[in-house]
């Protein structure tokens, strides 16, 4: 009992510790996250003047869209994206991530309505100050440490909460109101951290894939493992046979209507003379139904079909937390993700003013831990597989021990 008593007093330190460094990001990537939610209807609204055009008259032909772009951009465009109304312009995108630029024509008099680049926009700027704190891989990486420090939060936390409970259901659930500012709102924090922690978990698996070292990682297991994207997903090493006359984008554009697929429908654009092109769906709301197929661009006859199934089992479950993380999977998980990052700052503000009214003058008000305790192998375990999994979390926990060691040293040498 007693060495469960100073396990408890062990990691509640470590907890209190971690988490006062930890919270005021957890603070601005919780608004941020909220605020980012709101991205497609912000950038909807924002280029409406761009992407609405006034169907006036026949539209022109696709192929003559695809010359107009190829003319009014600095790169080739990659992909042309089936406009969903007769309203919409005709979008072409050049790049990707950060650099990818898309050109919109309008389809009825075949001038170019405008042009959107990926860093314009003020959800840019949040996304970026969300994802690295707008200071680029330095900032990445200190995401990735705190994302990595929460998961370590996440279990220390409920470990401490239901370690000293009081027995019963209403302990779980109702804050104690009549103990003082401290203890409300620590019992508000906790409370909340233990019944969002599930949801917790589930998010930041939904933001490892984007991290620099944890997702760099994954990206390596699929490769090894063969459970990512096929290659051919992508086109690569399929080839069209030059036989004659390329097949028009507006062919393409017939052939993919009659797929009848779910969602976004997309057309990938032959690089050069021996490429092909593709056709998908993008379908967030149900994965299984995005689709694949890659057609030759000269007798238009189909080369591959390749369906979610045929996805590797990582890749598969990467997107599906990315796409949960991004409440993507319609209204529902939009509004769950919503509540969870107002829970978390929430949680956050709670604990920083329980500590301020923990905390006396001069003091840290840091908890105090036993003097003489041994973890036990089960825990220095825990720590070591969290320490693979999260390998800035073990490099942070190796310079702490390394400054603990150091301070014990230095405190030996002053007594003697």
């Not at 992407?51 to 539209?59: L, R």
Request: aromatic share 12%; proline share 4%.
């Amino acid at each position: 009992m007693k060495n469960n008593i100073k396990l408890t007093q062990w990691l509640w330190r470590w907890h209190f510790i971690a988490g006062l460094i930890s919270l005021p990001f957890i603070i601005l990537l919780s608004i941020t996250g909220a605020i980012y939610l709101f991205n497609h209807d912000y950038t909807e609204r924002a280029f409406e003047s761009i992407k609405k055009v006034e169907a006036v008259s026949e539209p022109i032909s696709y192929q003559r869209q695809w010359e107009i772009a190829r003319n009014e951009m600095a790169q080739s465009p990659e992909l042309m994206k089936v406009p969903m109304a007769d309203d919409r312009a005709t979008e072409f995108v050049a790049g990707a991530f950060s650099k990818e630029t898309s050109l919109f024509v309008n389809p009825y008099t075949g001038k170019v309505s405008g042009s959107i680049k990926a860093t314009e926009g003020a959800m840019y700027k949040v996304r970026k100050l969300h994802g690295e704190l707008l200071m680029g891989g330095y900032g990445t990486k200190l995401v990735e440490l705190v994302a990595s420090w929460l998961v370590v939060l996440i279990i220390t936390g409920n470990y401490v909460f239901l370690s000293t409970r009081k027995p019963g259901v209403l302990s779980l659930i109702v804050p104690r109101v009549k103990q003082g500012k401290r203890i409300l709102f620590r019992d508000l924090h906790a409370i909340t951290g233990f019944w969002i922690s599930g949801l917790l978990i589930l998010v930041l698996a939904g933001a490892f894939p984007w991290t620099d070292v944890v997702g760099h990682n994954f990206k390596w297991i699929q490769e090894v493992t063969g459970t990512g994207y096929p290659d051919t997903w992508s086109g690569a090493g399929l080839q069209s046979i030059n036989s004659g006359p390329q097949t028009s984008l507006d062919d393409m554009v017939d052939i993919a209507k009659n797929l009848s697929l779910p969602g976004e429908i997309g057309i990938e654009l032959p690089k050069d003379a021996s490429g092909v092109y593709g056709i998908f769906n993008t379908n967030p709301q149900d994965l299984d139904l995005q689709v694949k197929y890659h057609y030759d661009q000269y007798s238009g006859e189909p080369i591959s079909k390749q369906s979610w199934a045929d996805v590797g089992i990582l890749m598969r479950g990467r997107m599906w937390v990315m796409a949960f993380h991004q409440g993507q999977f319609g209204a529902w998980n939009w509004c769950l993700m919503l509540f969870v990052a107002l829970m978390m700052a929430g949680m956050a503000i709670s604990a920083l003013i329980s500590y301020s009214a923990r905390k006396k003058r001069g003091q840290w008000g840091t908890p105090k831990s036993p003097k003489r305790f041994n973890p036990g192998y089960g825990i220095v375990l825990i720590m070591c597989v969290l320490a693979v999994l999260f390998p800035l979390f073990g490099l942070s926990l190796i310079l702490i021990l390394i400054g603990f060691q150091f301070r014990k040293n230095k405190l030996n040498i002053k007594v003697q």
